[in-house]
């Protein structure tokens, strides 16, 4: 099962890395959203569950507090790198896209697997697992917003085509956003909310 999920992932990554989303759409802020999802929020927690898969429990990260730190991480990594002078420096130099996108799976990984090391812990850990996710959910929504609410592009002034549709940069940027938020932080909640319900129904089974 862990070969599988791990090929899967690694799918993914090439689809993402070597498809037009980051060579020919690259300009798009839709485009460069769906690549950051699509690390963070797909090919990320498949790797973690691959390689938690293959670990043995004491190389796995089980200290109660790894998912806030890592939450932390992925915190200051996103908002970083979405920051417009970094947004640029990723559009438009392989280097700053190199950089951006091994940010982002690195942060990613270190996330979700601290989150699923912690579900298989005591109930600490669980819930430090959970609210890690959680916390995540917050500020990736927090993001969303910002951009979807932006009274003016941060990102381009021109036209952008995605998908082979001519957007303009305020409609870019909010659909940008809009994945972001259906994409990203729901991912994010559903699996801190998952997480949450094992908590509750191990408490359940132990009362019964």
Do not use: N
């Amino acid at each position: 099962m862990s070969a599988f999920v791990l090929s899967l992932a690694s799918a993914v990554l090439a689809l993402i890395w070597l498809g037009p989303l980051l060579t020919i759409w690259r300009g798009s802020i839709t485009a460069h959203m769906l690549a950051h999802m699509g690390v963070v929020a797909i090919a990320a927690p498949l790797l973690a569950i691959g390689l938690a898969q293959r670990l043995p429990r004491t190389k796995r990260l089980d200290f109660v507090a790894m998912p806030l730190v890592a939450s932390l991480v992925e915190l200051v990594v996103v908002w970083g790198w979405h920051a417009p002078a970094a947004r640029r420096f990723a559009q438009y130099t392989l280097v700053g896209t190199v950089s951006e996108q091994a940010s982002f799976l690195a942060a990613g990984l270190f996330l979700w697997f601290s989150c699923l090391a912690a579900s298989g812990g005591d109930k600490a850990s669980r819930v430090s697992g959970a609210f890690g996710l959680l916390l995540t959910t917050i500020h990736m929504t927090l993001l969303g917003a910002l951009l979807a609410l932006s009274p003016r592009p941060l990102y381009a002034s021109g036209e952008v085509t995605c998908f082979g549709v001519t957007l303009t940069a305020g409609q870019d940027q909010q659909l940008g956003a809009v994945v972001m938020l259906l994409l990203g932080a729901a991912t994010y909640l559903a699996g801190g909310v998952s997480l949450l319900a094992g908590l509750f129904c191990d408490t359940d089974r132990r009362a019964a």
